[in-house]
Structures are given as C-alpha cells and as structure tokens.
C-alpha cells in the first residue's frame, strides 16, 4: 500500500477547496440572475426567487390562519370597521392605475380590522390580504394618516418586499452551506468551520439583510405617500403620522444601524424630501374628506 505524501495531500485538498470556490461563485451567481427585477419606482434591482403564485398562496394562508386564532378578536364595530374600508377601497384603486397596476389586479383583496387597542400596527400580505389594528388609531389620527399607514403596507406586498427577504435568506443559507463544504473539504477542523459559518451569518445579518429591509420600508414611504395622494388624501399627514409614532416610542426605539426600520428622523426627514411629488399627484385629485378615526381606549 503506498500512503500519500502530505505534500500530494496539500495539493489535492487545495485542487479540492478551488473546485468548490468554483462551484460556489458559479451557483451564487446563478442563483441571483435567475432572480433579478427591478422596482419600477426606484429602479432598484432585486433578488426575487420565489414565483408570484406562491407568494399569494402563502399569503393568503397567512390570513386565514390570524383571522382563525382565538386570541385574535376581530373588530364588528362598524365605526371602526367602515374608516378602515374607505380608506383601503381607495388605496385599492390607486394601486391599480399605479406601476404596479398588473400586480394590484391580480391580488385577491379583503380587509379585516382587528380589535387591539395596544398595538399601533397594520399589514398587507401577498395577494392582497389586510389587517389594521386600532391601535393605530390615535397614532393615524385621521382617515388621511391611516392613508399612509395602509399605503406603505400594500406597497410591501406589490413591491413583493417578503419574497425579496425570503429569497436573501435562500441565499444566505446557499452560501452558508457552500463555504461549509469548501471549509470541510480543505481539510480544515469541525470547530473552525463552525466559526467561519458564524462569521459569515454575522456579517450578512449586519452588512446584507438588515440594510435591505431599511430600503424596502423607505421605498414603502416613498411609493405609499404617492398612492395615498393619488387616492385623495393629503400625503403631509405621512409626517403628523410619524412624528407622533416617534413621541409614542420616544427613548425606547433601537438604534437605525441595528433596527430594520429608518430611525424616525431620517424616515421624517425622507418624506419631507418626497413631498414636492406627492403634492404635484395630490393637487390634481378631487379632495376626498376625511374624518378623524374613532377614540381607543383611553387615546
């Protein structure tokens, strides 16, 4: 029997770590031309890897599965049900004489209205599925700020926001086993590549993700000022909105760097920017009247 030689053994471990470079540099680049879009509003290339059919399938199974929870109560009052579908019905239709009109047309549209007057939030789900919460009431103020509120949410699923998350993360993972394999096969210990692997999921949690999921709520401010202001209601309510949401969490919100969302500042500031815009679509719209959303609690 003739044992190898460690210098042989070097050289094929080496030959065998550049092959999988290879491999993984060909299969990363493959995977991102596959899935390339760009957003029509900001011209910003994105990775999309999963198909519009599936997101729509997840996100209506996402729906039915809040709205059938027992801790969830869904709203029947209809002085908190009836703003709440003025205001999507209008937001609906502007979607649809937008850039994403083909998208906002094939969605499957429905509202819900959820009775939580400690949760200042709202979604839109791929395909079209809503849900605001009264607690975001006080903070919307009036129909013109819920408005912006639910503007910036359907502007997440036509922009397909959470198919971009889910393919960045299919790709995080790729390389992630990928390096593993380049790691395992030059020969080098189980505990290094434990901490190569840790490293790199470090460094695209803070270098890749979190700053992706800052664009994607800039661009949701950006474009839902514009349909809010499309659909009739002053897109300057977007400021009142978010100066109030700053008050409400003032001295408890994480820093921009380590948030997914702009810090409040920088997120006013933008809109501030955007303004001139939504104004020159906003003052060629009939205005629409708009009333102050319904009291919650003790707000």
Known sequence: MIEMGDGVWVMQSQRRLTRSIVLFSFVIGSMGLAGC????????????????????????????????????????????????????ARI??????????????????DVTVIKDDKTANA????????????????????????????????????????AERMSQGQLTNAALQMAGAAIGASGGNLMLGQATMAAL?????????????RKHESEADYVGILLAAD???????????????????????????????????TRIDQLKSWMPEAMAIYQKKPAVPTALLPAVGNR
Do not use: C
């Open 201 to 213: 999921g470090v460094g695209a949690q803070v270098g890749v993700l979190l700053p992706f999921s």
């Open 231 to 265: 659909a009739g209601y002053d897109p300057r309510e977007s400021v009142g909105l978010w100066e109030r949401m700053a008050q409400l969490s003032s001295g408890g919100g994480p820093g921009e760097f380590w948030s997914t969302h702009p810090s409040h500042d």
């Open 92 to 109: 609906i239709e502007a979607a649809k004489r937008s850039k994403y009109g083909e998208m906002a047309k094939q969605f499957q549209w």
């Open 37 to 88: 879009e760009t957003n029509p509003y900001t011209g910003r290339s994105q990775l999309l890897m999963t198909s519009v059919g599936q997101e729509m399938q997840m996100g209506m199974q996402a729906y039915d599965q809040i709205r059938a929870d027992p801790t969830v109560k869904l709203s029947q009052d209809p002085r908190e049900t009836e703003p709440v579908k003025r205001v999507a």
């Open 123 to 162: 979604f839109a789900l791929p395909g079209g599925k809503m849900a605001v919460y009264t607690g975001i009431f006080p903070v919307a103020k009036t129909e013109a700020g819920l408005a912006a509120v639910m503007g910036h949410e359907v502007v997440h699923a036509l922009a397909r926001h959470g």
